[in-house]
C-alpha cells in the first residue's frame, strides 16, 4: 500500500463522493476519509471534520478510538456551543450504540467545557456517562465542573443528583471492600469519594435555590461517606437547618464552635438567631445578642474545640428516640478554596470592631417583638445591660426617638422611666423634650407634666428646637409591625412538631399536628407536607402518600393561598410515586411541574425506575390481564416513554 502523506489529497474532494469503494489509485474511501477527518482535526477546522466523520460512519462505523479522542478534545477546546453541542452528540451516539468509549479523559474535558459554557444538561450526561462505566475523576476536576453547574438552578439540581449517584456508587464499593478483594477497591474508594468541597459547592447551591428536601439528603450521605464537615460546611448546614426550621440542630452546631472562632460564623449566627425571632423566642434573641455585644465572654463553651485537632461529632436530630444520627465536622479547619457567601442574607449580624454584632435590624425584630409580648420591662433591661457593655447610650436615645416618632409615647415613657432608675450616663435632653411636645400635641396635658416633671430633676433643659436627623430605626420597627409575627411563629412550631413525629414514625400524631393547624387556621407550607411525605415514605406506607396528593396537598395548592408549587415537594412525590409503582400519579405529578415550567432531572427518576422495577410487568400474558392491569400499564408505558426506556414492556400485550 502506498504510504498517504498529510494533504496528499485534493481539497475539492467531496464528501458526498465517499460512496466510491476505490479510487482508480488504489486508495479505499475508508482511508481517504480517515485522511481527511485526521487532516481536519490537526487544523481545527470542526465544521469539516464533523461532516466527514458522519460520512465515515454511515459507511464504516466510528472510526479508531485514538481518533474520537482527537476530535473531542478538539471540539472541547471550541468556544462554539455548537461544536460543543456537537461533541455531546457523538458521545451519546457511542454510549447509544455501545460502542467503544473514548478516554475518560477526554469525556471528563468535555464536560468542563460545557459545565464552563453553562450548557449544564449536556454536562451532566458526560459526567453521569463516567461514572456509570466505572471510571474516575480526580476531586479536583469534580469541583472544577461543579463550580461551573451550580452557578444556576437547572445545574443545581443537576450536581446534586450526580452527587447522590457519586456517593451511592462510593458506597457500593465501599461494602464490596472484604476478603482478597480488599487492597484492589481501598485504592478505587480513595480515587471516588468525594471531598469536603464538592460537598460544599453543591450544598450552598441547595440553599441558593431553595432544594431543601435533597440537602438534607446530602447532608446524611455526607455522615455515611465519612467525609468531614469544615467552616464552610457549618455555616452552609446552619442555612439549610434555619429553612427547615431546625433551631436545636443549628444549637448543637454552635456548641462546636470554638470561643476564639466566633467571627467565621457569622452565617451560623445569623440562622440561629433568626430562627429565635421566627420561634418568637424574645429571651433567646436577647441573650444571643448580648453574647455578641459581649464578645461571647459569658458563654461557657463545652469543650475548646479550637484547641482539637481531631473531629468533633455533632448531634442531628433527637438522639431520645434513636431518630438522629451524628456528622464529624472539624470547625477550625477553614479552607482557602471556598468560602460560603450566599447572596440572600437576614441582615442581622454584622462583624465590626474585631467582633460580631446585631444589626439595627435586628435590634428592630427585638423591639417589636417585646411590644407584641408586653415585654417592656424586659427590653428596658436589655438596653441598660447594652449600655454598661458598650459605655454608650445612643442606642437607647435612638429606640426611644424611634417608639415616639411611631406614636407610641407610652413605650417610650416606660424606657424612660426605667432607664431614670439606673445611675448611667443622662439620655439627651431633645428626646424628653420631643416626648413632652408629642404629648402635648395629642392633649395629653397629665403625661406632659409627668415628663416635665422627669426633666427638672434630672436637670435637663427644655430645648427651643428638636429638629431630629431621620431615624433608620424607626423605618425598620414600622416594617416589622406589618409582619404577622404570631401566626409564623406558630407555624414553625407546629411543623417542629410535624418534623419530630415523622422522624419518629409516628404519622398519627403528626397527622393530628397537621388537622390541629387547620382547626387555628393556619395554612401548611411546602416543609410540612415534606416531612409527612418523608414520614410515610419511612414506612413504605406509598397509598398514604397517594392520599396525601390528592387531598390536602392538591387543596392547598389550588387554593391560591401562600403555599404554590413547591419543586422540593413535587420531587418527593415523584420519588415515592415511582417507589410505590403509583405510575398514574407520577404523570399527573410531571403534568404539574410542565405546568409551572420546572426542571425535571429524567435521568434520576429513571434510573430510579430501572432499580425498582426494571422487570415490571415483563411476563405478564394478555390472559392474565384485567382491565385495572391494562390501564396500568399504559401509565407504565408512558412513564418509559417519557424517561427515555426503549424496552418494550410485554410486546405480547402490544
Same mark, same amino acid.
Request: charge should be positive.
Given at each position: 500500500?502506498?504510504?498517504?502523506?498529510?494533504?496528499?489529497?485534493?481539497?475539492?474532494?467531496?464528501?458526498?463522493?465517499?460512496?466510491?469503494?476505490?479510487?482508480?489509485?488504489?486508495?479505499?474511501?475508508?482511508? =481517504?476519509?480517515?485522511?481527511?477527518?485526521? !487532516?481536519? =482535526?490537526?487544523?481545527?477546522?470542526?465544521?469539516?471534520?464533523?461532516?466527514?466523520?458522519?460520512?465515515?460512519?454511515?459507511?464504516?462505523?466510528?472510526?479508531?478510538?485514538?481518533?474520537?479522542?482527537?476530535?473531542?478534545?478538539?471540539?472541547?477546546?471550541?468556544?462554539?456551543?455548537?461544536?460543543?453541542?456537537?461533541?455531546?452528540?457523538?458521545? !451519546?451516539?457511542?454510549?447509544?450504540?455501545?460502542?467503544?468509549?473514548?478516554?475518560?479523559?477526554?469525556?471528563?474535558?468535555?464536560?468542563?467545557?460545557?459545565?464552563?459554557?453553562?450548557?449544564?444538561?449536556?454536562?451532566?450526561?458526560?459526567?453521569?456517562?463516567?461514572?456509570?462505566?466505572?471510571?474516575?475523576?480526580?476531586?479536583?476536576?469534580?469541583?472544577?465542573? /461543579?463550580?461551573?453547574?451550580?452557578?444556576?438552578?437547572?445545574?443545581?439540581?443537576?450536581?446534586?443528583?450526580?452527587?447522590?449517584?457519586?456517593?451511592?456508587?462510593?458506597?457500593?464499593?465501599?461494602?464490596?471492600?472484604?476478603?482478597?478483594?480488599?487492597?484492589?477497591?481501598?485504592?478505587?474508594?480513595?480515587?471516588?469519594?468525594?471531598?469536603?468541597?464538592?460537598?460544599? @459547592?453543591?450544598?450552598?447551591?441547595?440553599?441558593?435555590?431553595?432544594?431543601?428536601?435533597?440537602?438534607?439528603?446530602?447532608?446524611?450521605?455526607?455522615?455515611?461517606?465519612?467525609?468531614?464537615?469544615?467552616?464552610?460546611?457549618?455555616?452552609?448546614?446552619?442555612?439549610?437547618?434555619?429553612?427547615?426550621?431546625?433551631?436545636?440542630?443549628?444549637?448543637?452546631?454552635?456548641?462546636?464552635?470554638?470561643?476564639?472562632?466566633?467571627?467565621?460564623?457569622?452565617?451560623?449566627?445569623?440562622?440561629? @438567631?433568626?430562627?429565635? /425571632?421566627?420561634?418568637?423566642?424574645?429571651?433567646?434573641?436577647?441573650?444571643?445578642?448580648? %453574647?455578641?455585644?459581649?464578645?461571647?465572654?459569658?458563654?461557657?463553651?463545652?469543650?475548646? !474545640?479550637?484547641?482539637?485537632?481531631?473531629?468533633?461529632?455533632?448531634?442531628?436530630?433527637?438522639?431520645?428516640?434513636? =431518630?438522629?444520627?451524628?456528622?464529624?465536622?472539624?470547625?477550625?479547619? /477553614?479552607?482557602? %478554596?471556598?468560602?460560603?457567601?450566599?447572596?440572600?442574607?437576614?441582615?442581622?449580624?454584622?462583624?465590626?470592631?474585631?467582633?460580631?454584632?446585631?444589626?439595627?435590624?435586628?435590634?428592630?425584630?427585638?423591639?417589636?417583638?417585646?411590644?407584641?409580648?408586653?415585654?417592656?420591662?424586659?427590653?428596658?433591661?436589655?438596653?441598660?445591660?447594652?449600655?454598661?457593655?458598650?459605655?454608650?447610650?445612643?442606642?437607647?436615645?435612638?429606640?426611644?426617638?424611634?417608639?415616639?416618632?411611631?406614636?407610641?409615647?407610652?413605650?417610650?415613657?416606660?424606657?424612660?422611666?426605667?432607664?431614670?432608675?439606673?445611675?448611667?450616663?443622662?439620655?439627651?435632653?431633645?428626646?424628653?423634650?420631643?416626648?413632652?411636645?408629642?404629648?402635648?400635641?395629642?392633649?395629653?396635658?397629665?403625661?406632659?407634666?409627668?415628663?416635665?416633671?422627669?426633666?427638672?430633676?434630672?436637670?435637663?433643659?427644655?430645648?427651643?428646637?428638636?429638629?431630629?436627623?431621620?431615624?433608620?430605626?424607626?423605618?425598620?420597627?414600622?416594617?416589622?409591625?406589618?409582619?404577622?409575627?404570631?401566626?409564623?411563629?406558630?407555624?414553625?412550631?407546629?411543623?417542629?412538631?410535624?418534623?419530630? /413525629?415523622?422522624?419518629?414514625?409516628?404519622?398519627?400524631?403528626?397527622?393530628?399536628?397537621?388537622?390541629?393547624?387547620?382547626?387555628?387556621?393556619?395554612?401548611?407550607?411546602?416543609?410540612?407536607?415534606?416531612?409527612?411525605?418523608?414520614?410515610?415514605?419511612?414506612?413504605?406506607?406509598?397509598?398514604?402518600?397517594?392520599?396525601?396528593?390528592?387531598?390536602?396537598?392538591?387543596?392547598?395548592?389550588?387554593?391560591?393561598?401562600?403555599?404554590?408549587?413547591?419543586?422540593?415537594?413535587?420531587?418527593?412525590?415523584?420519588?415515592?410515586?415511582?417507589?410505590?409503582?403509583?405510575?398514574?400519579?407520577?404523570?399527573?405529578?410531571?403534568?404539574?411541574?410542565?405546568?409551572?415550567?420546572?426542571?425535571?432531572?429524567?435521568?434520576?427518576?429513571?434510573?430510579?425506575?430501572?432499580?425498582?422495577?426494571?422487570? @415490571?410487568?415483563?411476563?405478564?400474558?394478555?390472559?392474565?390481564?384485567?382491565?385495572?392491569?391494562?390501564?396500568?400499564?399504559?401509565?407504565?408505558?408512558?412513564?418509559?416513554?417519557?424517561?427515555?426506556? %426503549?424496552?418494550?414492556?410485554?410486546?405480547?400485550?402490544?
Amino acid at each position: 500500500m502506498v504510504q498517504i502523506e498529510r494533504n496528499a489529497f485534493p481539497r475539492y474532494l467531496s464528501s458526498t463522493t465517499t460512496h466510491i469503494e476505490k479510487l482508480s489509485w488504489g486508495f479505499s474511501s475508508s482511508t =481517504i476519509l480517515l485522511t481527511k477527518l485526521v !487532516n481536519s =482535526i490537526e487544523e481545527s477546522n470542526t465544521d469539516v471534520a464533523w461532516e466527514t466523520l458522519k460520512d465515515y460512519k454511515r459507511l464504516y462505523g466510528f472510526p479508531k478510538k485514538s481518533i474520537l479522542n482527537r476530535l473531542l478534545i478538539t471540539l472541547s477546546y471550541s468556544s462554539d456551543h455548537r461544536s460543543l453541542t456537537r461533541a455531546h452528540d457523538l458521545v !451519546n451516539e457511542i454510549v447509544k450504540e455501545k460502542s467503544d468509549l473514548p478516554h475518560h479523559g477526554s469525556l471528563v474535558r468535555l464536560s468542563l467545557a460545557l459545565a464552563r459554557a453553562q450548557i449544564p444538561v449536556p454536562a451532566s450526561n458526560i459526567l453521569r456517562v463516567v461514572v456509570e462505566n466505572d471510571r474516575f475523576v480526580s476531586m479536583d476536576m469534580w469541583s472544577a465542573i /461543579f463550580l461551573h453547574m451550580v452557578k444556576t438552578d437547572i445545574g443545581s439540581c443537576l450536581a446534586s443528583g450526580i452527587l447522590i449517584e457519586i456517593c451511592e456508587c462510593f458506597l457500593q464499593h465501599h461494602h464490596k471492600c472484604t476478603g482478597n478483594k480488599m487492597k484492589k477497591n481501598v485504592h478505587r474508594n480513595k480515587l471516588l469519594k468525594p471531598d469536603t468541597t464538592l460537598f460544599n @459547592l453543591v450544598l450552598s447551591s441547595c440553599v441558593e435555590f431553595g432544594s431543601i428536601a435533597k440537602a438534607h439528603r446530602i447532608i446524611h450521605l455526607m455522615r455515611l461517606v465519612g467525609v468531614v464537615a469544615n467552616a464552610d460546611s457549618i455555616n452552609i448546614i446552619a442555612h439549610i437547618y434555619e429553612m427547615n426550621g431546625q433551631r436545636q440542630d443549628v444549637l448543637n452546631l454552635e456548641e462546636h464552635v470554638g470561643s476564639s472562632s466566633h467571627r467565621h460564623y457569622l452565617q451560623l449566627y445569623e440562622c440561629l @438567631l433568626n430562627l429565635h /425571632f421566627k420561634f418568637n423566642d424574645i429571651d433567646a434573641a436577647a441573650n444571643l445578642m448580648m %453574647d455578641m455585644h459581649t464578645g461571647f465572654k459569658s458563654c461557657s463553651v463545652a469543650v475548646e !474545640n479550637h484547641e482539637m485537632k481531631m473531629p468533633q461529632q455533632v448531634q442531628v436530630g433527637s438522639c431520645n428516640l434513636m =431518630i438522629g444520627y451524628r456528622m464529624l465536622v472539624e470547625p477550625n479547619k /477553614f479552607p482557602n %478554596d471556598f468560602l460560603f457567601r450566599p447572596r440572600k442574607t437576614f441582615g442581622l449580624v454584622v462583624f465590626k470592631d474585631g467582633k460580631l454584632v446585631p444589626t439595627r435590624k435586628a435590634i428592630a425584630k427585638l423591639i417589636n417583638a417585646s411590644i407584641r409580648g408586653d415585654r417592656i420591662g424586659e427590653l428596658s433591661d436589655f438596653l441598660v445591660d447594652l449600655i454598661h457593655v458598650e459605655k454608650d447610650n445612643d442606642l437607647v436615645s435612638e429606640v426611644v426617638e424611634s417608639c415616639i416618632r411611631l406614636g407610641w409615647l407610652e413605650i417610650a415613657h416606660d424606657i424612660l422611666d426605667h432607664f431614670k432608675l439606673t445611675k448611667l450616663p443622662l439620655i439627651n435632653s431633645s428626646i424628653y423634650t420631643y416626648l413632652y411636645r408629642e404629648y402635648n400635641k395629642k392633649n395629653r396635658a397629665q403625661e406632659a407634666k409627668l415628663v416635665l416633671r422627669d426633666m427638672k430633676q434630672l436637670n435637663l433643659p427644655i430645648e427651643i428646637s428638636t429638629n431630629l436627623e431621620k431615624c433608620y430605626l424607626s423605618e425598620l420597627m414600622e416594617k416589622e409591625m406589618t409582619k404577622p409575627i404570631e401566626a409564623e411563629s406558630l407555624l414553625y412550631e407546629l411543623n417542629s412538631s410535624i418534623f419530630f /413525629f415523622c422522624k419518629a414514625k409516628m404519622m398519627e400524631d403528626a397527622m393530628r399536628t397537621l388537622r390541629k393547624m387547620e382547626a387555628r387556621n393556619i395554612q401548611p407550607n411546602s416543609q410540612t407536607f415534606i416531612h409527612l411525605v418523608n414520614g410515610y415514605s419511612s414506612l413504605e406506607m406509598y397509598r398514604e402518600i397517594t392520599i396525601l396528593w390528592g387531598g390536602e396537598i392538591k387543596r392547598v395548592m389550588e387554593g391560591g393561598g401562600c403555599m404554590v408549587a413547591n419543586k422540593d415537594l413535587l420531587d418527593c412525590l415523584l420519588f415515592n410515586f415511582i417507589a410505590g409503582g403509583y405510575f398514574e400519579r407520577v404523570m399527573e405529578v410531571v403534568s404539574c411541574m410542565n405546568g409551572f415550567n420546572m426542571y425535571i432531572d429524567k435521568w434520576v427518576y429513571r434510573r430510579e425506575f430501572l432499580k425498582r422495577h426494571r422487570s @415490571l410487568y415483563k411476563n405478564l400474558r394478555t390472559s392474565e390481564t384485567s382491565e385495572v392491569q391494562k390501564k396500568r400499564l399504559d401509565h407504565v408505558r408512558t412513564f418509559r416513554r417519557w424517561v427515555g426506556i %426503549d424496552v418494550k414492556i410485554s410486546s405480547c400485550l402490544s
